[in-house]
C-alpha cells in the first residue's frame, strides 16, 4: 500500500527560528514529490520535486528530495507568524495519481 | 491563471439524503480528483479520474461514486449521505505530466451530515 509520512505532526516555534519539515514515502511508480501549504482554505503549491539532490528554492522556504532514502525536507529559514500553516507532502504515482501524507502544523509564535 | 470552483463552501444535509458535490477547472486538465480532509486523518484520496467516462478508486471510495461526463467537470455523489460523510471535501485537477505538473484545488466543500 502506497504511503506517505510526515514528521513531526505539529511544531511550535519563535519567530526567526529555522525549521525543518520531514517527508517519506513508500510507493509504487513514483513520479515526483510535491509540497503544499494550507491556512484556512484549500492547499497552495509550494515545490515540485523529481530529481534527487537538487534543492529547489522559493525565498526562505527551500526543498529537497533524497531518492535513495525515500524522503524529502523542506526547509524555512527565519520563520515568520505569516508561516503558520499546514505543511502537506504528496506523492504523485503512476496516472498521476496523488497520495498525501498527514501534514505537519506549524505555528510560529512572536 | 488555473480556477477549481466547486459549487458549494458549505452544505447542511440529513442521514439518507443524496448528495452531489460538483467541481470544475476551466484550464481543460484531464485529471480530477476528490479528496476528503479531517483533522489528524490529512488528506484521503476518494476518486479520480484522468479522462472524460473514466474514474479509479482511491483510498477510500466506499459509500461515494463520481461521474466524469464532461472533461471539465467532476462530480462526487454520496449515494446515502451518512454523519460519518461529515468533512471538509477537496476537488483538485492536473494535466497529464508523468510527474512533472502539481495539482490545483478549489476552495473545498464543508458538508455536515446531520
Known amino acids: 500500500e502506497d504511503k506517505v509520512v510526515q514528521s513531526p505532526l505539529s511544531l511550535v516555534v519563535h519567530e526567526g527560528d529555522t525549521v525543518t519539515l520531514n517527508c517519506s514515502y513508500e510507493?509504487?511508480?513514483?513520479?515526483?514529490l510535491l509540497w503544499y501549504k494550507q491556512e484556512k482554505k484549500a492547499p497552495t503549491f509550494l515545490f515540485m520535486l523529481?530529481?534527487?539532490?537538487i534543492e529547489k528554492k522559493s525565498g526562505r522556504l527551500s526543498s529537497i528530495l533524497d531518492k535513495k532514502e525515500l524522503s524529502s525536507i523542506l526547509n524555512i529559514t527565519a520563520t515568520q507568524t505569516g508561516d503558520s500553516a499546514i505543511y502537506l507532502c504528496?506523492?504523485?504515482?503512476?496516472?498521476?495519481?496523488?497520495?498525501f501524507g498527514p501534514g505537519t502544523s506549524l505555528s510560529v509564535i512572536p | 491563471d488555473v480556477k477549481v470552483t466547486q459549487s458549494s463552501r458549505y452544505l447542511v444535509k440529513r442521514t439518507g439524503e443524496k448528495v452531489f458535490l460538483e467541481c470544475v477547472q476551466d484550464?481543460?486538465?484531464?485529471?480530477m480528483f476528490w479528496y476528503r480532509q479531517d483533522p489528524g486523518l490529512g488528506l484521503r484520496l476518494i476518486y479520480f479520474?484522468?479522462?472524460?467516462?473514466?474514474?479509479e478508486k482511491g483510498d477510500i471510495p466506499e459509500g461515494y461514486s463520481v461521474s466524469r461526463e464532461k472533461k471539465e467537470r467532476f462530480s462526487l455523489i454520496l449515494e446515502s449521505a451518512s454523519t460519518n460523510q461529515t468533512s471538509m471535501y477537496l476537488c483538485?485537477?492536473?494535466?497529464?505530466?508523468?510527474?512533472?505538473?502539481?495539482?490545483?484545488f478549489g476552495p473545498g466543500t464543508r458538508l455536515l451530515v446531520l
Open positions: 479520474s484522468y479522462d472524460v467516462k473514466m474514474k
Open positions: 504528496a506523492v504523485k504515482t503512476s496516472y498521476d495519481k496523488v497520495i
Open positions: 523529481t530529481s534527487s539532490g
Open positions: 510507493v509504487t511508480n513514483f513520479r515526483s
Open positions: 483538485a485537477s492536473s494535466w497529464t505530466s508523468g510527474g512533472g505538473v502539481a495539482q490545483y
Open positions: 484550464m481543460d486538465h484531464e485529471n
